[in-house]
């Protein structure tokens, strides 16, 4: 909500009165710190507005905002674990220094009520259209708009933003909105349900080997060394997943609609070749076994993987989730991967006619 030029004048007025008509360059403007939840709390520097929004427990913040969005927020983070309130942190710079304004409105995570609009120019107007970077807490995003109750010009939903001159509401923000983040579970299932546009970013391509998988097995009962052969068929698993925030893997399976299609889109172009649910290596393998030995075939698959991103946004206030994905798939490669691992027969093995038959020198099967 934009002040009058009238306004601004007085204000500039008054602020030269008040030093007794000191040149403005010589004019010390103290910055404004304060914290709301409900009662605005004011504080001499940066360092004590923190202390107060955590209730004491962080209490070696700077006495001025740190700047830089890592830097903001890691102490946000800090901040998080002392009061599940606080909801957001308001900054007059697009650096996230200058006045700041913490907000405590319930924070957006487990079941408290979930925070509604916050209007600046009611909580203290000096912030009102003064704020140009923000950073959500408690898992809140945060969307800025232009106007009181959330209108006008309206900004995406996100964990950390800032505004830059030129830019839509830079020195234009007078509310703001919070929307719960989603897990990436949900904003996977979003995107299926169209109710979120996932768009994939950037994504490589590597070649990776699998786990070594015994696939047949030959005895020889005799003491001398023989020739086998054997026809042998083995199923391997592919999938599409995503990782959720705890480190789980989610396979995307066909109730996931464009979200799989786009990402296995993405193998296929990179690959040249479509995805299956399974690989199948099917194919006869000869060996010389020493005598009174068994042997095992080993079959170590190599997989075509294509890993990437896709990124949520979600229709409802623009809030936005990162889903980093995994196309898997191996390849079917004749002979390579396989390995044999020889190991001596026990004198009980050899007496035991399911591997050494009393009618035959030994036995060969595919497992």
């Known amino acids: 909500m934009r002040r009058t030029p009238v306004t601004a004048a007085l204000s500039a007025l008054a602020v030269l009165s008040a030093v007794g008509g000191a040149h403005a360059a010589d004019t010390y403007v103290p910055y404004r710190y304060c914290h709301y939840n409900g009662t605005l709390t004011c504080a001499p520097n940066f360092r004590e507005l923190v202390r107060v929004a955590t209730f004491g ?43 700041v304004l913490s907000i405590a409105a319930n924070g957006c995570k487990g079941n408290m009520p979930r925070p509604g609009v916050m209007n600046l120019h009611l909580i203290d107007a000096s912030f009102d259209n003064r704020v140009n970077s923000e950073v959500g807490m408690n898992q809140c995003q945060v969307s800025p708009a232009q106007h009181p109750g959330h209108t006008g010009i309206t900004g995406d939903a996100r964990p950390i933003g800032w505004h830059d001159p030129g830019t839509n509401l830079y020195n234009e923000i007078t509310s ?140 409802d206030g623009g809030a936005l989730v990162d889903l980093p994905w995994t196309v898997k798939q191996a390849v079917s490669d004749g002979s390579d991967g396989l390995t044999w691992d020889e190991i001596p027969l026990t004198a009980a093995e ?12 030994g036995v060969t099967r595919a497992l």
């Open 57 to 99: 427990g962080v209490t070696d913040a700077p006495l001025m905002p740190p700047g830089g969005w890592q830097a903001t927020d890691s102490l946000s983070k800090r901040m998080e674990t002392y009061n599940p309130y606080l909801s957001s942190m308001h900054f007059s710079r697009s650096d996230w220094t200058g006045n």
């Open 350 to 361: 050899l007496q035991d006619t399911r591997l050494c038959p009393l009618s035959g020198s």
């Open 176 to 315: 703001v909105y919070y929307y719960p983040t989603p897990t990436r579970e949900e904003a996977a299932k979003a995107c299926a349900a169209g109710t979120a546009t996932c768009t994939l970013k950037n994504y490589k391509a590597t070649i990776v080997s699998g786990e070594p998988k015994p696939v047949a097995f030959s005895t020889n009962c005799t003491s001398v060394a023989q020739n086998r052969a054997l026809w042998w068929e083995t199923s391997v698993a592919n999938e599409t997943s995503f990782t959720t925030e705890y480190g789980q893997k989610l396979v995307l399976g066909l109730e996931f609609g464009d979200l799989k299609t786009g990402i296995e889109l993405a193998f296929s172009q990179t690959y040249g070749h479509s995805t299956t649910n399974t690989t199948t290596f099917k194919q006869q393998d000869s060996v010389t076994i020493p005598g009174k030995y068994r042997s095992v075939l080993y079959k170590t698959p190599t997989y075509q993987v294509l890993s990437g991103t896709a990124t949520a946004r979600i229709h």
